[in-house]
């Protein structure tokens, strides 16, 4: 089997090139990912030595280098992407490129070649906000609210017409939100943990009542995993992790753990259209694919800020180069002395 992963220097992406490598002695992994900001050879260093991987630098949204990484390919699993709301608030356009386009590009690849399996990686975002109730099921509407959810549920909706027209064998999966060690210091743990580590601010939105469904990414790759092997074509699968907590109460977790006290955290300006709460029924893919989580979000956390304490060089890095404007242009103002915060928008209907 010739497995081509997008995205695959990325957090989760280069999660699951380790994972199929190690468990599945028989496949041979190709590694796609154009080396965005947040894509990093570092987190898959050391494979190049191993004859069954391969890694091929190009952009999913070229048809010319799509069609050269799917060349001879069995199954491709699609995680490239741009992934944080906050840069897709502050500027769509690559969201649509990647995000949509490239998923249309890969498609069509996908068509002339003779694949057997496509998984298009989602996120629960698709689903848009919940209340204090409810979670999402496979079947509950499509509701994003963020440029980067709208730009993922066109990319899902697009897998599902590839399927339903030219009979490509697409699975979708849908994972709430990941932690875990290689995360890019732009989400909200890593971005946490490393600001406690350096002693600084850790600014939390609104009043950090936000509420989110966290699962480790191995836990999440070990779901791709099952899902490309036992799942069926045309049908979509949830991961969500056992756990939610608002985010104020995570903040103080990570401080413990990373040895911060709590006088670092800001509450700063909310995020636009800030969706109040995520949560995950992940029956289905416990039913029919056998598949649960196993990582419990303490023993994980604590894992999450060892790593992070242990590879200074790698976050140095990170948080180098483009990540310093970026930083600025996102907290500047938001770091200043701020006026008391809003109230957290909860939508008051079920959304599924
Ligand atoms: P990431 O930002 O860490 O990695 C994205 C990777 O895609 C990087 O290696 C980057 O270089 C690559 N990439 C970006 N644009 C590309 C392009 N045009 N062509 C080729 N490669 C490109 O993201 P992540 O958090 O690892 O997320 C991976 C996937 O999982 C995404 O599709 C995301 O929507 C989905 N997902 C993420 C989460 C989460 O909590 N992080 C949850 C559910 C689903
Ligand atoms: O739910 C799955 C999604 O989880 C993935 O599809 C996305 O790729 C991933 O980025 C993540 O999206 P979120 O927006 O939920 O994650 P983020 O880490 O950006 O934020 C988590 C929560 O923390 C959210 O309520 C916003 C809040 N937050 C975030 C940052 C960066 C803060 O309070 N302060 C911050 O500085």
């Known amino acids: 089997m010739q497995i081509v992963v997008t995205g695959g220097a990325g957090f989760i992406g280069s999660q699951l090139v380790h994972l199929l490598l190690e468990t599945r002695p028989?496949?041979?992994i190709v590694n796609f990912d154009a080396l965005t900001y947040s894509g990093n050879l570092e987190n898959v260093a050391g494979l190049e030595a191993n004859s069954r991987y391969r890694f091929l630098r190009g952009d999913v949204a070229d048809p010319e280098a799509a069609a050269q990484a799917l060349a001879g390919a069995d199954a491709v699993i699609h995680l490239a992407a741009e992934s944080h709301v906050d840069r897709s608030i502050q500027d769509a356009g690559d969201?649509?490129?990647?995000?949509?386009?490239?998923?249309q590009t890969l498609l069509d690849a996908a068509r002339r070649g003779r694949l057997s399996?496509?998984?298009?990686?989602?996120?629960?975002?698709?689903?848009?906000?919940?209340?204090?109730?409810?979670?999402?099921?496979?079947?509950?509407?499509?509701?994003?609210?963020?440029?980067?959810?709208?730009?993922?549920?066109?990319?899902?909706?697009?897998?599902?017409?590839?399927?339903?027209?030219?009979?490509v064998p697409v699975i979708i999966t849908r994972a709430s939100n990941n932690y875990g060690p290689?995360?890019?210091?732009?989400?909200?743990?890593?971005?946490?943990?490393?600001?406690?580590?350096?002693?600084?601010?850790?600014?939390?939105?609104?009043?950090?009542?936000?509420?989110?469904n966290w699962i480790h990414a191995a836990d999440h790759c070990r779901g791709i995993l099952v899902a490309l092997e036992r799942g069926t074509p045309g049908e979509i699968y949830n991961f969500g992790g056992d756990d939610e907590l608002d985010n104020l109460s995570l903040v103080k977790r990570l401080l413990r753990l990373a040895g911060a006290g709590e006088e670092l955290i800001r509450y700063v300006a909310d995020r636009?259209?800030?969706?109040?709460?995520?949560?995950?029924?992940?029956?289905?893919?416990?039913?029919?694919?056998?598949?649960?989580?196993?990582i419990a979000l303490d023993a994980g956390l604590t894992a999450t800020v060892d790593w992070y304490r242990q590879h200074p060089a790698w976050l140095r890095r990170a948080r180098g180069g483009d990540f310093q404007s970026y930083y600025a242009r996102q907290y500047e103002v938001r770091l200043q002395p701020a006026a008391a915060p809003a109230a957290t928008h909860r939508p008051t209907e079920k959304s599924c």
Do not use: C, M
């Open 95 to 103: 969201f649509i490129r990647t995000n949509v386009t490239g998923t």
């Open 26 to 28: 028989e496949w041979q």
């Open 182 to 212: 290689r995360q890019f210091p732009e989400k909200l743990i890593p971005l946490v943990i490393s600001n406690a580590l350096a002693g600084e601010p850790v600014p939390l939105y609104g009043r950090g009542e936000n509420v989110r």
């Open 272 to 294: 636009l259209g800030h969706d109040f709460r995520y949560s995950l029924d992940s029956s289905r893919a416990r039913r029919e694919l056998g598949w649960r989580p196993e």
């Open 117 to 167: 399996r496509f998984v298009q990686v989602s996120t629960d975002e698709v689903y848009g906000s919940l209340g204090n109730e409810g979670r999402f099921s496979e079947t509950s509407p499509l509701a994003p609210n963020s440029p980067y959810a709208a730009s993922k549920a066109a990319a899902d909706l697009l897998a599902r017409a590839a399927f339903h027209t030219h009979g």
